[in-house]
Structures are given as structure tokens and as C-alpha cells.
């Protein structure tokens, strides 16, 4: 079975600080795709990006973009110029389809921004 | 735009009590699936569904039933709750593999 770990339970920095989360998995398997979650005390739950595996191009959404590591099977999240708002449960997660199409979640960091 | 609705966001049960936790989606996707989010243990997966009468079980199933009838609606079922079933309930739908999850607001359900 996948399993997603993310070894960083809480994190903190200052406002406008780059901040980086990590997050490692294991599968035998060559096409997957990770997923990156956002979740706020409003405890809504929302996506911030995502990556292909099969891409070598890391994904980047404005002040997010991750470094994908294929062969160490690593998959961290970049935050620059952190803002209050960043504040949240961040949560990995994987997918695929021999993983009978299973998104699976990492333990998650929750970060803090302080002003 | 209701996306996918959960109902109810709170619940106290008695240990013993039975109840369903209702999801229902608008956006006509296949896949659905219901998570139990607890400290430290990150989301886990109950149940899930790829399509109206197919489910299956996922990490933690004990305890928990499943139907999937119709396209929108995948309730579930807590049999004889349990204390251990404390937990926030998070039901989430995406059109296939490999997209987005939207997620409900979630349940707090609290036995006792």
C-alpha cells in the first residue's frame, strides 16, 4: 500500500519569510500524482497544486511551487513571501492507479505565520 | 454553486447510537469518498466509491456502512458508535482519478 509521510508536524515562521514543508512517499509504481492541500481553521479543505509524475517540470502556482525529487521520492512544498492567510494544516497526498484510485494523505504540518 | 454538502456539521452521540452522515455532490462526479481527519493521523480513508453502486473500503473501515444509489448522494452509516469514533468526517468528490477533491465542511461527531 502507498503511504505519504510528512515528518514535520508544526512549523513557524515570519510574515514574508520563505517557508518549505516536506513530504516523502512510497510506491513501486511510475505514474502517480501528488497533490499539495491547504487546510485553514475555517477547516475547509483546498487545493494548491498539483504535479504529474510522469512531468519533469516542477509545479509552481504563484507563491507555491514544489521540488519534486522522482528518484528519492520526495515531493516538498515551497511558500515564498509567506502571508498570514498561509496559515493552515498543510496536507500531501497521493494518487494513483494501481492505489485502486485512492487519494491517500500524509499526517500533515500545521504552519504558522507570525507577523 | 453548492459544490458538496455535508450534513450535520456537529453531532453528540451516545455510545450505542446509530446515525448517517449525509453527503450529496452537484457536480456530477463519479468518484466520492468519505475521510476521517484525527490529530496527528492526517485524513484516512473509510470507504469510497468510482461510480453509482460500486464501493469499497479503504483504511479504516470498521464500524462504517456505505451505499452509493445515486450519482450525488454517498451517505455513511456508523452502526454502533463507538467513542473511538470521535473524529472530524470529511466527504470529498472528484470527476475521476487523478483531479481535484472537492471537500464538505465537515462533520464533528463526538460519542460518548
Known amino acids: 500500500a502507498q503511504t505519504v509521510t510528512q515528518s514535520q508536524p508544526e512549523m513557524s515562521v515570519q510574515e514574508a519569510e520563505t517557508v518549505t514543508l516536506s513530504c516523502t512517499y512510497d510506491?513501486?509504481?511510475?505514474?502517480?500524482?501528488l497533490f499539495w492541500y491547504k487546510q485553514p481553521p475555517s477547516r475547509q479543505m483546498i487545493l494548491v497544486i498539483r504535479?504529474?509524475?510522469?512531468?519533469?517540470q516542477n509545479a509552481t502556482e504563484n507563491r507555491f511551487s514544489v521540488n519534486f525529487q522522482k528518484a528519492a521520492k520526495s515531493f516538498s512544498l515551497k511558500i515564498s513571501d509567506s502571508q498570514l492567510g498561509d496559515t493552515a494544516m498543510y496536507f500531501c497526498?497521493?494518487?494513483?492507479?494501481?492505489?485502486?484510485?485512492?487519494?491517500?494523505f500524509g499526517q500533515g504540518t500545521r504552519l504558522t505565520i507570525n507577523p | 454553486n453548492a459544490g458538496v454538502t455535508q450534513t450535520p456539521k456537529f453531532q453528540v452521540l451516545k455510545t450505542g447510537q446509530s446515525m448517517t452522515l449525509q453527503c450529496a455532490q452537484d457536480?456530477?462526479?463519479?468518484?466520492m469518498s468519505w475521510y476521517r481527519q484525527d490529530p496527528g493521523m492526517g485524513l484516512r480513508l473509510i470507504h469510497y466509491?468510482?461510480?453509482?453502486?460500486?464501493?469499497d473500503q479503504g483504511e479504516v473501515p470498521n464500524g462504517y456502512n456505505v451505499s452509493r444509489s445515486t450519482t450525488e448522494d454517498f451517505p455513511l452509516r456508523l452502526l454502533s458508535a463507538a467513542p473511538s469514533q470521535t473524529s472530524v468526517y470529511f466527504c470529498a468528490s472528484r470527476p475521476t482519478a487523478f483531479t481535484e477533491a472537492f471537500f464538505g465542511q465537515g462533520t464533528r461527531l463526538t460519542v460518548v
Open positions: 497526498a497521493f494518487d494513483s492507479i494501481q492505489g485502486a484510485q485512492k487519494l491517500v
Open positions: 457536480m456530477n462526479h463519479e468518484y
Open positions: 510506491t513501486s509504481e511510475s505514474n502517480y500524482y
Open positions: 466509491s468510482v461510480g453509482a453502486g460500486i464501493t
Open positions: 504535479q504529474e509524475a510522469y512531468k519533469q
